[in-house]
């Protein structure tokens, strides 16, 4: 399967404890973004990453969260501290130049 | 501030019945449009999507969109639907000098078989 590949697909955790995710992207793909999507909404903006710099971070992204991508090739996101209201679908997508973006199946966070 | 409005939550239809999920989006620069499909328990894919040309764009499994510019819509049609197409779409958006997505709260789309 050559698409974007995210680790974990589930992620039950302790309020308070650090969670990460990793996300691989299309290997030819330069472009690696980050979303958030809630039960019964789109999916919402978190960060931008074109090759190893990251060029845009929304306002979702409290200072809690962090994401690299050191090497240009796969990401990580970082969440500190978790609080309950982060349980969410956190979602991968990749693109070239030509901006379609292709999406991953997602992490999905539970915090108790 | 750029937003896409998908004012149809949940659509109920019977096999063979045409569809029609509106969408508008507010933003008056030059945009690219989309339409993604997430069938149940899978992630989300790309159904069509809208950069420049023609308006009437056609995506894959037979659907088709609308951009009609000065209505900012972007309407997603299929005349004859299935069982399958049983799913949630999302109305997305992009300025075409940035790169985020931005996303409706998407249509759940229910088939009768």
Known sequence: DTGVSQDPRHKIT??????TFRCDPISEHNRLYWYRQTLGQGPEF?????????????????DRFSAERPKGSFSTLEIQRTEQGDSAMYLCASSSSEETQYFGPGTRLLVL | AQSV???????????????EL??????????????YVQYP??????LLKYFSGDPLVK???G??????????SFNLRKPSVQWSDTAEYFCA?????????????????????
């Open chain 2, 93 to 113: 958006v992009t300025e075409s000098s940035a790169s985020k997505i931005i996303f409706g709260s998407g249509t759940r789309l229910s088939i009768r078989p």
């Open chain 2, 63 to 72: 659907f088709e969109a609308e951009f009609i510019k000065s209505k900012f």
């Open chain 1, 14 to 19: 302790k309020r308070g404890q650090n969670v």
């Open chain 1, 46 to 62: 978190l960060t931008y990453f074109q090759n190893e710099a990251q060029l845009e971070k929304s306002r979702l992204l409290s």
């Open chain 2, 59 to 61: 995506g894959i499994k």
């Open chain 2, 22 to 35: 509106g969408c508008n989006y507010s933003y008056g620069g030059t945009v690219n449009l989309f339409w």
């Open chain 2, 41 to 46: 328990g899978q992630h989300l894919q790309l």
């Open chain 2, 5 to 19: 409005s998908q004012h149809n939550h949940h659509v109920i239809l019977s096999e063979a019945a045409s569809l």
